[in-house]
């Protein structure tokens, strides 16, 4: 059985389909990237996965099961500018707040939650920012947070949206060896990646999107120049979007 399985999935705004008649599986235990170029339906695939998107048709499950079910083994670190920075809180309550999946939202935070909560600051290095108001954070700092708010959930699965956005490149760096060290305990890391240049050098499986999915397999045997090309180049599918969408 697919560990992830995605089965005729077609989501669309406004009566526009962003994605088509999706079927793709995921394996389980890879860092996988998921490319394409701007409004392929990237960002959208792994919304509609963890029911932020409610899709026109189609079913995802994990291991024969919804999300719903699993919901609290998998973790999802969003595109940053899609974030208030502004709101008036700080670095550690918004790590922390990734516990109250497990804790229930209105029940307090134990021992454990704090700890794991600490961990997971050091482990992205803003330990020593942990009392700082978000707002004060430059972006690199903020995409370190945001991944300590996702490791602070202890999940099985991890979906990142363009985590490597807007950061330099010692804090890239060290966010691929927190999502290397997550595979090698056998977690699942689904990322939405733009840079083709790092794709053979931090994935081990790609999924390329245009609206349709062009292919979906091992970097060595998908992420070719055919397949980059038919993804980036080929206009002619996002036409379908008005012309074959009722």
Do not use: C
């Amino acid at each position: 059985m697919d560990y992830i399985k995605i089965e005729d999935l077609t989501v669309a705004y406004d009566l526009k389909p962003v994605l088509w008649d999706i079927d793709v599986n995921f394996p389980k235990g890879k860092l996988i990237a998921i490319l394409g170029p701007n409004g392929a339906g990237k960002s959208t695939l792994i919304k509609a996965m963890i029911d932020l998107v409610k899709p026109v048709s189609g079913n995802v499950s994990f291991e024969g099961q919804s999300y719903k079910e699993v919901y609290r083994k998998i973790a999802y670190d969003p595109q940053r500018g899609s974030v208030d920075w502004d709101f008036p809180t700080t670095v550690y309550d918004v790590v922390s707040m990734g516990r109250y999946g497990h804790a229930g939202w209105f029940k307090k935070l134990s021992k454990k939650d704090y700890k794991l909560t600490d961990d997971a600051l050091k482990m992205v290095g803003m330990e020593g920012f942990k009392d700082r108001q978000i707002s004060e954070l430059s972006g690199g700092q903020q995409q370190r947070v945001f991944l300590a708010r996702a490791l602070v959930q202890d999940a099985e699965i991890y979906f990142m949206d363009e985590p490597f956005q807007g950061v330099d490149i010692k804090t890239e760096r060290a966010i691929i060896e927190i999502l290397k060290e997550l595979k090698s305990l056998g977690k699942t890391v689904i990322v939405v990646h733009h840079d083709l240049d790092t794709v053979p050098k931090y994935f081990d499986w790609a999924t390329l999107l245009n609206l349709k999915v062009i292919a979906s397999g091992s970097v060595d045997e998908v992420f070719t120049e055919k397949n980059i090309e038919k993804t980036f180049k080929n206009n002619k599918l996002t036409e379908l979007k008005e012309e074959n969408y009722v």
